[in-house]
């Protein structure tokens, strides 16, 4: 398996606080891949030190054979980085401001305008192409910022948080967009806290929490390290959620994964049986249940598995990096 990006006992710090301790990544050539992790957890500081915008401490990165320190000039030549917010010019228009990537990358004036107006149309922004950026809507400034990153076809892009802030269909658009750009054969490195993003668009993923790479595979390997299942009861009285956590806890019939509706408890299981037997201790108790389901784990369940909170919260004791 060639592998675009490698890395080896990353570690970065900042005064006290050790962003990254010990990152050990594998990439294939042509993949998506996705960091997972909450505010704080090293994503961005990852993506920064294969970027060569920060220097590692200890350990060592490698992009398509290039070292991130030693050979940053090469790197820089091979890669491309949208970052969480916005590189564009909010007083030009749309084409102006891919005409001046052209322009800063060197392309002749002509051939800067033709690949203005070829990822305008890809990205479904021809149409307003002569706006001022400030009048684009969200998804647009995302579309054209990443637009902006594809004026020379990079061989690794890096998307820092692509759809942080946007609606479901602008984060469609750009997971279309993001889908494409891999079918071309362009490496894509995706920091995202979307769970779902990484299960949608993520051939292999790693979960990051504390600086340290918790676990690493495809979707389907870090849920069943997880359980073979998870069981969703939603109850008819939210008070009685305390007792039936307790209780299905006290029961150990797997691990209580989070849940944000008041009124249910999620428990992992590893198998029918038990999860029969865990309704009946629920009605037992005097609990009533208002309705239940039982599939396989999501990836939201795995990351509070493995880390002991959801990826919304973000540790009091950590800056975000």
Do not use: C
């Not at 479901?168 to 769970?195: C, F, H, K, M």
């Amino acid at each position: 398996m060639e592998l675009a990006i490698e890395t080896s006992g990353l570690v970065k710090t900042f005064g006290m606080t050790r962003a990254l301790d010990g990152i050990d990544l594998g990439i294939r050539k042509g993949s998506v891949y996705g960091l997972l992790g909450p505010n704080g957890a090293g994503k961005t500081t990852t993506i920064r030190i294969l970027a060569t915008l920060l220097r590692p401490e200890a350990g060592h990165a490698t992009v398509l054979g290039h070292d991130v320190v030693r050979d940053a000039r090469a790197v820089r030549r091979m890669i491309s980085l949208t970052g969480q917010y916005a590189s564009v010019d909010e007083d030009l228009t749309g084409i102006e401001n891919l005409v001046l990537v052209g322009r800063l990358l060197g392309l002749p004036r002509r051939e800067a305008k033709e690949r203005a107006r070829q990822l305008l149309d890809a990205f479904g922004l021809a149409e307003a192409a002569k706006r001022q950026v400030v009048t684009f809507s969200g998804g647009m400034r995302r579309r054209i910022d990443i637009a902006a990153s594809l004026v020379s076809t990079p061989e690794v892009l890096f998307l820092d948080e692509p759809t942080s802030g946007l609606d479901p269909r602008s984060r469609n658009q750009v997971w279309d967009i993001v889908r494409a750009i891999a079918d071309q054969g362009t490496t894509v490195l995706l920091t995202t806290q979307y769970l779902e993003e990484a299960d949608r668009l993520a051939e292999r993923m790693a979960v990051i929490d504390h600086g340290r790479l918790i676990a690493e595979g495809t979707s389907e390997e870090l849920k069943a390290s997880v359980g073979a299942n998870a069981l969703h009861v939603r109850l008819q009285d939210r008070e009685a959620r305390e007792r039936a956590t307790a209780l299905l806890g006290e029961e150990a019939y797997g691990t209580i994964l989070p849940a944000t509706d008041p009124r249910t408890v999620s428990v992992t299981i590893s198998d029918t049986a038990r999860a029969a037997a865990a309704l009946t201790a629920l009605s037992g108790a005097g609990i009533a249940v208002a309705g239940f389901s039982l599939g396989a784990p999501s990836l939201d369940d795995v990351f509070f598995a493995l880390t002991g909170r959801p990826t919304e919260a973000t540790p009091k004791q950590e800056v975000v990096v």
